[in-house]
């Protein structure tokens, strides 16, 4: 293993075994209270799209709105400076701070503010600072950073927060439960709040129209750390202006629900400073309506790269992010390691790669890019739709192109890809997985042992790296298409047929799981469907995953040139690998002209969503293998659930009288090729845990999985072999 | 709080936790009495015929006061049903802060000032804006934390919310 990569897989292990297990309760406890609140909110795609409709129109007005902004808070009597950069907010802010003569500082929970390093910037200048959202009050004392946009401690436990507060405050008695620790925090903190010279906040909002700052809380510190002290600082960056608060109902419905599955948040808080609330000195005796004292208020706009991001096509929808971290909590890999790995140096989670790349730079976005396995659970948690696998793809796709070139000769001739030399090897060797698999069967069986003896497997790991704890694939020496031939083609002739059926001959499935492959063709044509197998390129899956888009661009039109003219003729197009349709569904929209995007999408079909569709239209059901009360235990696979497509499999098992249980995890772990990078090996293991604790409680059931990877990850945790579904209602089987 | 909910309002404040008494301009002072936990705090609503009478609450405290109290007792401008909200503007007398440092918030909404949904709370709201911009925090039961491992109740906010709805009003 390259030195690189140890550093990398010490530094999972380490987290593993320190933060995973805080990280995954809070995240898994979350993530699920949003699907019941979700499911109990019937408004919420109708929501999504307003969401995201104000959002669009609001990021391509922000010049004009950041004028509107910079009027309206000075007729309510505040002050606006938009900063350029951290430097210039933070020199800002420092003058703002030293102008009042503050001492003391409050502040309540700003991702914005971490981003600028305000903290410091104000210690220097002799500002204590004191954060009140308690979260950020135990990562201060603690001198940590954040490891979630929403929960900022939710890598530590009660009982680690007990630990840091007792050996740092030294109570007289020592703290131990939340509440106590709660009491303890609000208590110390309550002090400082009715000192401080001024309040900062953040803003989840800012309404153009009113001047007006609204903050999502629900501890109550914003509120007092605005209203308290008589100077406010509101920091925002410049992509949270909305119009006007006629655009703000769906954000207040969406934000709470996506982020801990409330339904309200407890403070929806609408300020258009200087407030008329007195301000509280507490040594005065003056009754509350008669007190005295000018307010202050600035909102600081912060810029720092994101004007740049609006210019840029990929980065731009980045700037929609309401910052709920439903991504993040819905990431099987972010459940097990958290923000502390799968973040940079300000943002955690599958969005952070979008803001890291536009605010600190792509350094930052490499340090956990990879830890995004494209596996699409957190497209339907976005509550404005963003496209998060995309844009994670996309800032691959620019660090590959930044790295230097070096060994690459060895992957050269494997490689028939448009990247540029200088791309990691082992990301170069899996995005041209389809080349490698025709190699692998036309060299089959010497292929695979030469791939598993130990020699090439230290090449393979040194080089590419591929961890040698996993098992290789096997490539069969007669492929799916060769067999197909042998045996003389179609079964059910073309004349005697009701559906003509392309089956698309993933590399994997053509060379790997030709089983499954040939279950398919016998299940189709026992439904009485005409099945052709023509060549068909790999989808493109295998090089977008490593971020290669020029080549997976490539793959997408020679797919659409080798599939068009079957699906002019009438013919269906049906995929057994749920990642090879999501391709065709879903991000082909960005390779192909709209008209072909949709051609090929609305002909494709999963194999199991087909038969489903046959057994719909009147095939006969008796033709296929009876599951005679047959007990299986199904996991589907990620972006299959995206697309909403594993209802069909245990619908169509269910009818042929399976009995199925089916996971509930949002990942196995696998995720292509991630799994076998040696960095990742163990995180991948540790994801997979979940699974294998959910079926191990199934002992008697048989394994089924719709996903190559799923089938690998789920033959490393089991000793009995995992198949694909389709094979269960094989005839032949 | 053991009174079955009579409206959508009521029902979502049973829901969020919070209790709530139904009076009338003439039952007003009774029914804060028996809502508050001494030492309380208030602010004037006389402007909306209201009075305290001989209920034990101290009437526009000093900041002092304030901080001493267990009970704020301020009323509301708008109450939304579907979620139980309460929206407590930002104004001159006071209504934020003593709606929101003592451990128990004591809420006075006039049933004509409940409305329906956060559409149509957010809609006074922009009503109000057009004339002049002003604050207002929609409040929705007891401040809350999870931060420290657990959820708990009352962190910088209230422990506790009861509303008295005025029907006359």
């Known amino acids: 293993m390259s030195a690189e990569r140890r550093l990398k897989a010490e530094r999972i292990r380490h987290l593993l075994e320190t933060e995973r297990d805080a990280i995954r309760e809070n995240t898994t406890h979350m993530n699920r209270q949003r699907y019941d609140a979700i499911e109990r909110f019937e408004r919420y795609e109708a929501s999504r799209e307003a969401a995201r409709a104000i959002k669009e129109d609001a990021i391509e007005r922000l010049p004009e709105l950041i004028d509107r902004v910079r009027e309206s808070v000075e007729a309510n009597g505040g002050t606006v400076y938009v900063a350029e950069d951290a430097a210039d907010a933070n020199r800002y802010i420092t003058e703002v701070t030293a102008e009042k003569g503050a001492e003391t500082l409050v502040k309540s929970k700003s991702m914005t503010s971490e981003e600028l390093e305000v903290n410091e910037a104000l210690e220097t200048a002799g500002v204590d600072v004191y954060e009140t959202d308690l979260g950020e009050f135990v990562i201060q004392v603690a001198g940590e950073a954040p490891s979630h946009l929403v929960g900022p401690s939710l890598h530590k436990s009660t009982a680690a927060i007990a630990e840091l507060f007792n050996a740092h405050f030294e109570p007289d008695e020592p703290l131990e439960t939340a509440e106590e620790l709660t009491n303890f925090a609000r208590d110390y903190l309550l002090e400082y709040i009715v000192e401080a010279d001024v309040g900062m906040t953040g803003a989840n909002f800012v309404l153009a129209d009113s001047g007006t700052v609204v903050l999502v809380t629900n501890e109550g510190n914003a509120r007092k750390s605005a209203v308290t002290p008589d100077t406010h600082v509101a920091v925002a960056g410049v992509e949270k202006i909305l119009p006007s608060i006629d655009d703000l109902a769906p954000f207040t419905e969406l934000i709470g629900r996506a982020a801990t599955g409330q339904e309200f948040p407890q403070y929806l808080t609408m300020l258009s400073p200087p407030v008329d609330s007195p301000p509280l000195d507490f040594e005065s005796d003056v009754p509350l309506s008669e007190a005295e004292g000018d307010r202050d208020f600035h909102l600081v706009l912060v810029d720092n790269g994101r004007m740049e991001m609006r210019e840029d096509p990929q980065l731009r929808e980045t700037l929609y992010c309401i910052r709920c971290g439903a991504c993040a909590n819905t990431c099987a890999n972010f459940q097990h390691v958290g923000g502390h790995a799968f973040g940079g140096e300000t943002y955690t989670g599958g969005i952070a790669t979008g803001w890291e790349a536009g605010v600190h730079g792509l350094d930052s976005a490499a340090e956990f890019n990879d830890l995004c396995t494209g596996c699409s659970r957190c497209v339907n948690a976005c509550p404005v739709k963003i496209d998060i696998p995309w844009i994670n793809t996309v800032v691959r796709d620019r660090i590959n192109r930044g790295e230097d070139a070096e060994l690459d000769w060895l992957v050269e001739g494997l490689t028939p890809d448009a990247e540029p030399g200088g791309m990691d090897l082992g990301k170069r060797f899996f995005g041209n997985f389809g080349t490698v698999a025709r190699l692998g069967s036309a060299t089959a069986p010497l292929s695979n042992w030469v791939a598993n003896a130990g020699p090439a497997r230290a090449l393979a790991e040194r080089v590419l790296g591929i961890d040698r704890r996993r098992d290789l694939p096997r490539f069969e020496r007669q492929t799916l298409r060769a067999w197909f031939d042998a045996r003389g083609g179609a079964a059910v002739p073309a004349g005697d047929a009701d559906r003509e059926a392309v089956l698309y001959a993933d590399p994997y499935t053509d060379h790997v799981q030709v089983d499954r492959g040939k279950a398919a063709v016998r299940v189709l044509e026992a439904l009485g469907v005409h099945v052709r197998i023509p060549e068909v390129p790999e989808s493109g899956r295998a090089p977008l995953s490593q971020g290669m888009v020029a080549t997976a661009g490539e793959r997408a039109s020679e797919v659409y040139r080798s599939l068009v003219e079957h699906v002019d003729a009438g013919r269906d197009v049906v995929v057994i690998e749920p990642s090879d349709l999501a391709m065709f569904r879903q991000e082909y929209e960005k390779f192909l002209p709209e008209a072909s995007f949709e051609r090929l999408g609305e002909a494709s079909y999963e194999v199991m969503e087909y038969v489903y569709g046959l057994l719909g239209e009147g095939a006969d059901a008796g033709e296929l293998a009876d599951g005679r009360g047959e007990a299986v235990a199904y996991h589907s696979h990620c972006q299959q659930r995206t697309l909403g497509l594993d209802a069909y499999t245990e619908a169509v098992l269910d009818d042929l009288g399976f009995d199925v249980v089916t996971s509930s995890v949002e990942c196995c772990g696998m995720a292509g090729s991630f799994g076998y990078k040696s960095e990742y090996y163990e995180l991948s293991m540790d994801v997979g845990g979940d699974l294998q604790s959910e079926f191990a409680a199934h002992p008697d059931r048989e394994i089924v999985a719709s996903g190559t990877s799923c089938i690998e990850q789920l033959d490393a945790l089991f000793d009995d072999g995992t198949r694909h579904p389709v094979e269960l209602l094989d005839p032949g089987r | ?169």
């Open chain 2, 1 to 169: 709080m053991t009174a079955q909910p009579r409206t959508e309002f009521e029902a979502s404040l049973q829901r969020q936790g919070s209790s709530w008494t139904r009076t009338t301009t003439e039952g007003f002072a009774d029914a804060v009495a028996d809502a508050v936990v001494e030492p309380a705090v208030a602010t004037d609503l006389s402007e909306w015929g209201l009075d305290f009478g001989d209920a034990p609450v101290t009437v526009d405290p000093t900041p002092a006061e304030l901080l001493e109290a267990t009970t704020g007792v301020a009323g509301v401008t708008t109450g939304i049903a579907s979620y139980g909200t309460l929206a407590i503007p930002s104004d001159a007398k006071g209504t934020e802060p003593v709606s929101l440092y003592p451990e128990r918030h004591v809420a006075v909404v006039r049933e004509s000032d409940v409305v329906a949904d956060v559409q149509a709370g957010l809609d006074r709201v922009a009503e109000e804006f057009d004339a002049e911009p002003g604050s207002v925090v929609f409040a929705t039961g007891a401040s809350s934390t999870g931060d420290m491992g657990a959820l708990v109740s009352g962190v910088h906010g209230p422990k506790q919310v009861h509303v008295v709805v005025v029907e006359d009003r």
